[in-house]
């Protein structure tokens, strides 16, 4: 692989021109209505916040007045739509976690406290609709002139990015900076998403759930179905971005080759690549177009069913290729075919459902009863080739 | 924080150890005024070109973000 190089060559790029050199050309997080741009440190055994957004000025607040402060700032869990967290630091989400714990139940307070607790399960998801971190929103939208350890530092991307404000006022200015230009694709899914999780947060505080408990079994595999399809779909969603395409042919995610169609009724292609380190393997279903990895061009899709290497050179064989298919000598390029939205959240509708059922065997925790079949030798030999 | 110009370039030699590419020619040949002759030397004139392999109107976005 080499995207290392390719990233010191946007580096260097970057240093001659004083200019971030962007990674994307579109904005990796979603605009949202309404940012809250926070940081917090401990002042003795108390949490002190200082926040702001847009139309409030900067005020700093400690122990419960600060949770007051957050709630004055619409960051409550009956909100008719929840805030969106800015901030620069890492240790401030685990800080205003601990900010919370010190709510009563019942209180105003406790409804700040449950959305920081929506805050702190929606962390890692992507698409910035609960939490962003700007330094890591940056580092994905731009590379600078310095070298990576300098980019976890919020002052670099301040200096880079013209924002003169050093405090919380200047996070809604990255913000606006992050946001700027099209979305990529697949944003608002997940801002939807989002938004019907701090429903369900919303449900679940009035219902009295208590988000200090751990979770129970069925939650936590729920969190994690929709962890994995958040990131497969954003994922996809880079590999909607030309300038991210560029980037993915150097870690072998995206491929380019020569097309050869073979003409027969399986309708197979095969691709000569431009380089050996493809991730694509037999059994990947992949989409492509014909043309250079930045360009736009009309998808067809087929998937791959060998891969060899000929005489130095790695060449896939592209099955069932439909819509636009390469003519012989033409350029094409592929990656993975990307997950449906649909077909996630239908997934996870059949997931909810296997655990609210009192008798499935997830929520029993039986062993299944295994049911038995006979099995066609191609699928045993297939078997037998993957171990 | 340190001298940019230092950390970007103590970062490119810990880089291209072994890759035949010094460090000190590594800008040159990213922007194309030294030939790119190894696969480490095409990466870092890849990144540096790829801006100016997508459409104007594209870039025009994402430079809107930073202006």
Same mark, same amino acid.
């Given at each position: 692989?080499?995207?290392?190089?390719?990233?010191?060559?946007?580096?260097?790029?970057?240093?001659?021109?004083?200019?971030?050199?962007?990674?994307?050309?579109?904005?990796?997080?979603?605009?949202?209505?309404?940012?809250?741009?926070?940081?917090?440190?401990?002042?003795?055994?108390?949490?002190?916040?200082?926040?702001?957004?847009?139309?409030?000025?900067?005020?700093?607040?400690?122990?419960?007045?600060?949770?007051?402060?957050?709630?004055?700032?619409?960051?409550?869990?009956?909100?008719?739509?929840?805030?969106?967290?800015?901030?620069?630091?890492?240790?401030?989400?685990?800080?205003?976690?601990?900010?919370?714990?010190?709510?009563?139940?019942?209180?105003?307070?406790?409804?700040?406290?449950?959305?920081?607790?929506?805050?702190?399960?929606?962390?890692?998801? @992507?698409?910035?609709?609960?939490?962003?971190?700007?330094?890591?929103?940056?580092?994905?939208?731009?590379?600078?002139?310095?070298?990576?350890?300098?980019?976890?530092?919020?002052?670099?991307?301040?200096?880079?990015?013209?924002?003169?404000?050093?405090?919380?006022?200047?996070?809604?200015?990255?913000?606006?900076?992050?946001?700027?230009?099209?979305?990529? @694709?697949?944003?608002?899914?997940?801002?939807?998403?989002?938004?019907?999780?701090?429903?369900?947060?919303?449900?679940?505080?009035?219902?009295?759930?208590?988000?200090?408990?751990?979770?129970?079994?069925?939650?936590?595999?729920?969190?994690?179905?929709?962890?994995?399809?958040?990131?497969?779909?954003?994922?996809?969603?880079?590999?909607?971005?030309?300038?991210?395409?560029?980037?993915?042919?150097?870690?072998?995610?995206?491929?380019?080759?020569?097309?050869?169609?073979?003409?027969?009724?399986?309708?197979?292609?095969?691709?000569?690549?431009?380089?050996?380190?493809?991730?694509?393997?037999?059994?990947?279903?992949?989409?492509?177009?014909?043309?250079?990895?930045?360009?736009?061009?009309?998808?067809?899709?087929?998937?791959?069913?060998?891969? /060899?290497?000929?005489?130095?050179?790695?060449?896939?064989?592209?099955?069932?290729?439909?819509?636009?298919?390469?003519?012989?000598?033409?350029?094409?390029?592929?990656?993975?075919?990307?997950?449906?939205?649909?077909?996630?959240?239908?997934?996870?509708?059949?997931?909810?459902?296997?655990?609210?059922?009192?008798?499935?065997?997830?929520?029993?925790?039986?062993?299944?009863?295994?049911?038995?079949?006979?099995?066609?030798?191609?699928?045993?030999?297939?078997?037998?080739?993957?171990? | 924080?340190?001298?940019?110009?230092?950390?970007?370039? /103590?970062?490119?030699?810990?880089?291209?150890?072994?890759?035949?590419?010094?460090?000190?020619?590594?800008?040159?040949?990213?922007?194309?005024?030294?030939?790119?002759?190894?696969?480490?030397?095409?990466?870092?004139?890849?990144?540096?070109?790829?801006?100016?392999?997508? @459409?104007?109107?594209?870039?025009?976005?994402?430079?809107?973000?930073?202006?």
């Amino acid at each position: 692989m080499t995207a290392e190089w390719f990233d010191l060559g946007q580096r260097f790029r970057a240093a001659t021109t004083g200019v971030p050199v962007a990674r994307l050309s579109h904005a990796p997080i979603a605009a949202t209505p309404h940012p809250v741009a926070v940081r917090a440190h401990l002042s003795g055994s108390l949490v002190t916040v200082t926040a702001c957004a847009p139309g409030n000025p900067v005020a700093s607040s400690t122990g419960p007045h600060a949770l007051a402060l957050l709630a004055s700032l619409g960051v409550t869990i009956t909100a008719s739509s929840p805030a969106t967290l800015l901030t620069d630091a890492a240790t401030t989400l685990p800080l205003l976690r601990r900010l919370a714990l010190t709510a009563s139940r019942g209180t105003a307070e406790d409804d700040t406290a449950a959305h920081i607790a929506w805050w702190l399960d929606r962390a890692d998801f @992507p698409g910035g609709r609960a939490v962003v971190e700007t330094p890591d929103a940056c580092r994905l939208r731009w590379v600078t002139g310095r070298a990576p350890a300098a980019e976890t530092n919020p002052a670099t991307w301040r200096h880079w990015l013209d924002v003169s404000d050093d405090g919380v006022a200047g996070l809604l200015t990255l913000h606006q900076r992050l946001t700027a230009g099209p979305d990529l @694709p697949h944003l608002s899914v997940l801002s939807e998403d989002d938004t019907w999780a701090f429903g369900a947060a919303q449900n679940q505080h009035a219902d009295g759930w208590d988000w200090r408990r751990p979770d129970a079994t069925s939650r936590a595999a729920l969190g994690l179905r929709s962890r994995c399809d958040a990131a497969d779909l954003y994922a996809d969603a880079l590999l909607a971005d030309p300038l991210y395409r560029a980037r993915a042919v150097h870690t072998g995610h995206v491929v380019t080759g020569t097309a050869d169609p073979l003409g027969d009724r399986l309708k197979r292609t095969r691709l000569t690549c431009a380089r050996l380190d493809a991730r694509l393997r037999p059994g990947s279903e992949v989409t492509g177009w014909v043309g250079a990895p930045t360009d736009s061009a009309p998808h067809f899709s087929a998937t791959v069913t060998a891969a /060899e290497v000929e005489h130095g050179h790695l060449t896939l064989t592209l099955s069932g290729v439909t819509g636009p298919a390469p003519a012989s000598g033409q350029q094409a390029t592929i990656h993975a075919t990307g997950p449906s939205p649909y077909r996630q959240r239908a997934g996870r509708k059949s997931y909810r459902a296997l655990y609210a059922a009192r008798r499935s065997w997830l929520t029993t925790g039986r062993t299944p009863t295994p049911t038995r079949r006979d099995v066609p030798l191609d699928v045993l030999v297939a078997g037998a080739d993957a171990d | 924080m340190s001298d940019p110009a230092t950390d970007l370039t /103590e970062h490119a030699a810990r880089l291209l150890v072994g890759t035949g590419v010094d460090a000190a020619d590594a800008a040159s040949i990213a922007a194309g005024h030294l030939p790119a002759d190894s696969a480490a030397a095409r990466a870092l004139r890849d990144g540096w070109t790829a801006p100016d392999t997508i @459409p104007p109107l594209l870039l025009g976005r994402a430079a809107e973000a930073t202006s």
